[in-house]
């Protein structure tokens, strides 16, 4: 059986977030596909190789079908794993393949677990790899659609976003950056947390208002380069993106990866069109 699950984007409040603040995420419409065929051996296939049960190679899809095989008892299973995102560019492709893959084998094996287990299963997974994880990723990729985190509140967007990708970053290099900041520095840091708070909120709640929302893209990029997040490559771009009309800001841990803005007519040259996302992980025609 074939599942796919989307990808996510987090329009304000990355950082903060792992203070306590709000941040708003949304899926997108790239989606990574996992199909399952049961079979007497554990064999994954994926754009980074192939391989049995391999925690470095294909650490979330192992730790997945480990996972799953502590709920059900399984010989082995040959995993495809197709994927429209990005690898390690703060676009969730991680929480993606491992809510695809565990769907999959639920319907390959008809353990009929709800999404809810499933989500439960995916935050072991992400708990595994990561060993520290908010599990916002999992639970986008699970239902889709964008929430105002930590309150789970519904928002509709009603903008299609483009995305500049800088490349791979390590996002527990950029926490353990931001934590070190605030160490030295702690109420300064605490009320750059609590502007960026105040902006996802504001968001939130004037979502439809487009210019709102391209002046609070601008305020918290420049909040994520006073937390030090920002790279001298990502500030040069987001100059230029704005001498062409558009607002740009980092999502996700920064120091490279992805930045993004809302789209206009057009979206800017060598940029990747990408929508707002309602649907969350489902099963797809094999
Ligand atoms: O770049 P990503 O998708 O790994 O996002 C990181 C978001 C942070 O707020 C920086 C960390 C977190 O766990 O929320």
Redesign the pocket.
Known sequence: MRASAPG?I?LF??????YGRH?LVSAINLRCYVEAKESKEVLIKSSLGVTSLDFKIHPYVSYAIKRFSEKAKIDGVKIEIKSEIPIG????SSAAVTVATLKALDAEFNTGFTNEEILELAKLVELDVQG???G??PFISTYGGAWLIPEKKRVVIPYDFFVINLGS?S?AE??AK?AKLRKRHSKTVERIFDAIDALTVEAASKIDDYKTIEELISINQSLLRALG?STPEIDKLIAELDELGFKAKI????GG??IFGLKKEKIPPESLQVSYEEEGVRIEDS
Do not use: Y
Not at 13 to 18: D, L, N, R, T, Y
Not at 251 to 254: D, E, L, N
């Open positions: 996510k987090i409040g990355e950082h903060a977030v792992v941040s560019s703060g676009l969730g520290r994880a908010s916002v990723d970053k996002t950029m926490v931001v997040v999502t996700g841990a920064g990866g992805c």
